[in-house]
C-alpha cells in the first residue's frame, strides 16, 4: 500500500507487471492549470499491463476523443465502458444539457485474448423470485460465439453498464476524486483477489483505499507531494491489513 511521489511515467513502470491500472488522467476539458493531457503515458501503461490485466480509464467523451489514435499506437483494445452517473454534475454552458455523468472504460493489451483477462463481473440480487425464465438473446444482436449470458429470474443480474454513485462534493480531499464505491466494482471485476492494482494519477488515494476494502495490494503514484501525503495518511487510516502504513516515496535525485 504505497504511494510513489513524481511522474509516474518515470516512475511506474519499473515496478510491472500490475494485474489491473486504475487511471484518473486529468481530461484536459478546462483552462485549470492543472488539467493537461499528460502525453506518452498509455504505451508505457500498456507495456506494464500483465498477460491476463486490463486498464479501467475514467474520462469524458471529449477526453476519449482527443486521444482516441493513441489507443491503437499505444498497444490497447477497446473492451467495454461504463457510465457513471452522478446526483449534480457540471454545467460549464448554460444552453447546453447539464453533464452528471463521466466515462469508465476498459482496454486490454492487443496481444491478449478476452478468456485470458482476469474477469469477475459483478451481479446484483435485484431479481424478483416470481418465475424462472431463460432469457433468448434478441436476434438483431447477430452470431455470438462465446460469453453470451442466460439470466434467470430470481437470481442475480450482471451489473448494468450505467452505475448510479453520489459523487464527493463537499467531502473530497482532491477536486476530481471518485466514489470508493463505483471503484470497488471496477477492481473487483479486474482484479484478482491479493493482486496488484496500480494507480497512475493517484490524487486523494480513494483508490487505495478502494484495494484495502477489496483485499487487493495497491501502488499509486501522485505528482503533487501534498497530495500523496494526504493520501497515504487516508489509505493507512481505512480498513488496516496489518501493513505499515502507506509512506510517500521521494523521487531520485536526479529527477524532478
Not at 17 to 26: E, K, R, S
Not at 154 to 168: E, F, K, Q, W
Not at 206 to 220: D, H, I, M, N
Request: charged residues 20%; proline residues 7%.
Amino acid at each position: 500500500m504505497t504511494i510513489l511521489v513524481g511522474d509516474c511515467r518515470a516512475l511506474m513502470p519499473a515496478h510491472a507487471p500490475f494485474d489491473m491500472i486504475l487511471a484518473d488522467p486529468p481530461y484536459g476539458d478546462t483552462s485549470l492549470i492543472w488539467d493537461r493531457r499528460v502525453e506518452g503515458w498509455l504505451a508505457l501503461a500498456r507495456e506494464a499491463l500483465a498477460p491476463t490485466g486490463s486498464l479501467w480509464l475514467f474520462g469524458s467523451l471529449r477526453s476519449f476523443i482527443g486521444v482516441a489514435q493513441e489507443f491503437a499506437a499505444a498497444g490497447l483494445r477497446y473492451v467495454q465502458e461504463i457510465v457513471w452517473e452522478k446526483q449534480n454534475g457540471s454545467a460549464f454552458h448554460a444552453d447546453r444539457f447539464k453533464r452528471v455523468h463521466e466515462l469508465v472504460v476498459q482496454f486490454m493489451r492487443d496481444d491478449a485474448s478476452w478468456g485470458g483477462i482476469y474477469n469477475d463481473v459483478q451481479t446484483t440480487s435485484d431479481a424478483t423470485a416470481r418465475t424462472v425464465r431463460r432469457k433468448r438473446r434478441p436476434p438483431h444482436t447477430g452470431q455470438i460465439e462465446a460469453g453470451y449470458y442466460v439470466s434467470e429470474d430470481g437470481g442475480p443480474r450482471l451489473m448494468r453498464s450505467v452505475i448510479y454513485a453520489r459523487n464527493c462534493h463537499g467531502r473530497a480531499i482532491h477536486p476530481t476524486e471518485k466514489p470508493v464505491g463505483l471503484l470497488e466494482n471496477l477492481i473487483r471485476t479486474s482484479c484478482p483477489p491479493g493482486g496488484l492494482v496500480s494507480d497512475w494519477f493517484a490524487g486523494s488515494g480513494a483508490v487505495g483505499e478502494a484495494c484495502r476494502a477489496t483485499g487487493r495490494r495497491y501502488l499509486g503514484c501522485e505528482i503533487d507531494a501534498d497530495m500523496a501525503q494526504r493520501a497515504s495518511a487516508r489509505i493507512a487510516a481505512t480498513l488496516p491489513l496489518g501493513g505499515a502504513p502507506a509512506a510517500p516515496l521521494p523521487l531520485p535525485g536526479d529527477q524532478t
